[in-house]
């Protein structure tokens, strides 16, 4: 069973930038695929971004050419690179592993992400 662990949130003004980071623990890392998603207040869980375990990405229309997620399988670690913040992006980051055997989901704890002037 995988543990995660999300940091880099923060405050940032429109048009700024952030990088998120989710490290894993208590498995083998690489065999998980992995995945961002958002929570803003009074809106479903939605997915932002996800990286496969031979390194495809997908990524949601409303941050597409902006968000770039990354996987360092040395680090144990998945990135969300967000530029070109907008107000629309505020929310809380979830960092999510599937499995890629048993497709079980495991999520971290969250960070807030909050786009403000």
């Known amino acids: 069973q995988v543990q995660l662990v999300e940091s880099g949130g923060g405050l940032v003004q429109p048009g700024g930038s952030l990088r998120l980071s989710c490290a894993a623990s208590?498995?083998?890392?690489?065999?998980?695929?992995m995945a961002w998603y958002r929570q803003a207040p009074g809106k479903q869980r939605e997915l932002v971004a996800h990286i496969t375990t031979s390194f495809s990405t997908n990524y949601a229309d409303s941050v597409k050419g902006r968000f770039t997620i990354s996987r360092d399988n040395a680090k144990n670690t998945v990135y969300l690179q967000m530029n070109s913040l907008k107000l629309e992006d505020t929310a809380v980051y979830y960092c999510?592993?599937?499995?890629?055997?048993?497709?079980?989901?495991?999520w971290g704890q969250g960070t807030q992400v909050t786009v403000s002037s």
């Open positions: 208590g498995s083998i890392f690489n065999i998980y695929s």
């Open positions: 999510n592993a599937q499995y890629i055997i048993t497709e079980a989901l495991y």
